[in-house]
């Protein structure tokens, strides 16, 4: 059993970062793939980065890459999304999820533990 808390998120404008962070309890979360997926409004929630249980395998979606950086410190139960030039389309509620293996999936349907989402808007 995982519980998962996200946190960091806000108003921000275009070209600007934010951090998102996720507090994990219980016992798995050392040994779960952690992942950060957004929703919009609208829209099918969506993948957006993972990491693995060593924090050694990291997975992005496309539209992030080079610009998001996703990270976990075992023993702080927690994992982190830095988000950097960060651009309207980034808005929406962002989920921190748990799966609780090393298999390091990015489909939605394979993460069971899920936070309550922390929203983020880009807008001047």
């Known amino acids: 059993q995982v519980q998962l808390a996200e946190s960091g998120g806000g108003l921000v404008q275009p070209g600007g970062s934010l951090r998102l962070s996720c507090a994990a309890s219980g016992r798995s979360f050392s040994t779960s793939t952690m992942a950060w997926f957004r929703q919009s409004p609208g829209k099918e929630r969506e993948f957006v980065a993972l990491i693995n249980w060593s924090g050694v395998t990291s997975d992005y979606e496309d539209s992030v890459k080079g610009r998001f950086i996703i990270s976990r410190d075992n023993a702080k139960n927690t994992v982190s999304l830095q988000m950097n030039s960060l651009k309207p389309e980034d808005t929406a509620v962002y989920f921190c999820?748990?799966?609780?293996?090393?298999?390091?999936?990015?489909?939605?349907?394979?993460?069971?533990?899920w936070g309550q989402g922390t929203q983020v808007t880009v807008s001047s």
């Open positions: 999820a748990a799966h609780p293996s090393n298999a390091a999936p990015r489909g939605r349907t394979w993460y069971i533990y």
